[in-house]
């Protein structure tokens, strides 16, 4: 079985700050992590994955996550947020490249000017 | 192709009353997962195909929802009999080595 957990129902962070939002999971295997964003009434737009390697990933409009390992955390972050990175924010997990994903609750993201 | 595309946008539909949804994925992209998300929550997980064959379904894909897809391209959902709890948006996404990409879904409201 496995499972992700965000623990943040909502982050709240003013705009040119660093933004984290937290993502623990349990998975039997090696773990494969995504990151997506969601807008309103959209669907999910990826921003990263981990599959194997260096455990700091890069993504897409300057997001970054870290893989640790021993404290089965993927935690995403973003040096300087935005407001337009307002939206939210889910992590996934599967225990192969292909299979299901299970996802956590979401974390709301609110930037403030 | 430039994305999953999935049809119709919006379905307001009475209850009791049976409704079907399409997912075109990526032409390349053998794999295609059907979720559905309510407010508030994560998506879930309810089906999976590689190519034509329908590989895994999830208990909340109880009998009344049917998923096909013919010749392994499109998709269809249908659900039979709707019921207010089943008011949520269906995602398609698709895959073919590693990742996934997501459609824009289709939120359903049963009245």
């Known amino acids: 079985a496995q499972s992700v957990a965000q623990p943040e129902d909502q982050v709240n962070v003013a705009e040119g700050n660093p933004l984290t939002v937290k993502c623990t999971y349990s998975?039997?295997?090696?773990?494969?992590l995504f990151w997506y964003v969601q807008y309103p009434n959209r669907g999910l737009q990826f921003l990263l994955k981990y599959i194997t390697g260096d455990n700091l990933v890069k993504g897409s409009y300057g997001f970054e996550a870290e893989f640790n390992k021993s404290q089965t955390s993927f935690h995403l972050k973003k040096p300087s947020a935005l407001v337009s990175d307002s939206a939210l924010y889910f992590c996934a997990v599967s225990d192969n490249s292909w299979g299901k994903l299970q996802f956590g609750a979401g974390t709301q993201v609110v930037v403030t000017p | 192709d430039t994305g999953v595309s999935q049809d119709p946008r919006h379905k307001i539909t009475k209850r009791g009353q049976n409704v079907t949804f399409r997912c075109d994925p990526i032409s390349e992209h053998n794999r295609l997962y059907w979720y559905r998300q309510t407010l508030g929550q994560g998506p879930e997980f309810l089906t999976y195909f590689q190519n034509e064959a329908q590989l895994e379904k999830s208990r909340l894909l109880s009998d009344r929802f049917s998923a096909e897809r013919p010749k392994g391209s499109f998709s269809t959902l249908e659900i039979q009999r709707t019921e207010q709890g089943d008011s949520a948006m269906y995602l398609c996404?698709?895959?073919?080595?590693?990742?996934?990409?997501f459609g824009s879904g289709t939120r359903l409201t049963v009245v």
């Open positions: 998975v039997s295997g090696n773990p494969y």
């Open positions: 996404a698709s895959s073919r080595t590693r990742g996934y990409t």
